[in-house]
């Protein structure tokens, strides 16, 4: 079965500093898509990023920074010089096209501070 | 990208109670699920929204509990029946079109006394 484990309950970090949050998933599907979203203090989630299976390219965007690799089962984000703003819980994603018909299952979520 | 809608935005309910949340999208999608999200976890899959069709529930979800419909592919509801305190939550509704983004409404806080 689909699994997402994000070891780091909570980080906190002061501002400008580099964080990053791991994410390891477990599947039995070679097609499959991994995710991450943010929610900050208000509720709403935020996409971020989905990558596919297919591709191991690491993504960068702006700040955000993301390394995905299939010999370790890993995703992980890394957001270079912290800001205030950054300060959410982070969740990591996993939708097995074929085993679970696409369903996207979210893992427990790593609560970032960004310290002043 | 899909932009949804949820109403209630938030409820205050008695024990013993229903309540059905709506949630509309602007556009027609493939798929439509119901998320749970206890105060301070993550994000629980309730069942997938299957359109003219009953709804496929995930483990620890039953249909009785959690009623939902999808008639069309731009609609769901969600029923959450009989509630307690447990039930206190917020739910929320996603879509996503092909394998892509999964795209979240706003969310319906649900608290129950």
């Known amino acids: 079965a689909q699994k997402v484990t994000q070891a780091q309950t909570e980080i906190s970090v002061v501002e400008k500093e580099d964080v990053t949050l791991d994410c390891v998933y477990e599947t039995r599907d070679t097609t499959y898509y991994l995710f991450w979203y943010k929610q900050p203090p208000s509720g709403e989630l935020v996409f971020l990023i989905r990558r596919n299976s297919f591709d191991e390219q690491n993504e960068i965007s702006g700040r955000y920074s993301w390394n995905f690799q299939k010999s370790t089962s890993s995703f992980n984000f890394t957001i270079t010089a912290s800001q205030v703003v950054d300060s959410a819980v982070y969740f990591c994603a996993l939708s097995e096209v074929v085993t679970s018909y696409d369903k996207v299952i979210f893992g427990p979520g790593t609560s970032l501070s960004v310290i002043p | 990208s899909a932009v949804i809608s949820q109403k209630p935005s938030r409820d205050i309910c008695q024990r013993g109670t229903s309540l059905t949340i709506q949630c509309q999208v602007d556009s027609q999608v493939t798929m439509m699920f119901w998320y749970r999200q206890q105060p301070g976890q993550s994000l629980t899959l309730i069942a997938t929204a299957n359109q003219g069709s009953e709804a496929t529930y995930e483990s620890g979800f039953v249909i009785d509990k959690f009623p939902i419909s999808r008639p069309n592919l731009t609609f769901s509801t969600l029923t959450v029946s009989n509630m307690s305190p447990e039930d206190s939550s917020i739910y929320l509704c996603?879509?996503?079109?092909?394998?892509?983004?999964?795209?979240f409404g706003e969310g319906s806080r649900l608290t129950v006394l």
């Open positions: 996603s879509a996503r079109d092909s394998p892509g983004e999964l795209f």
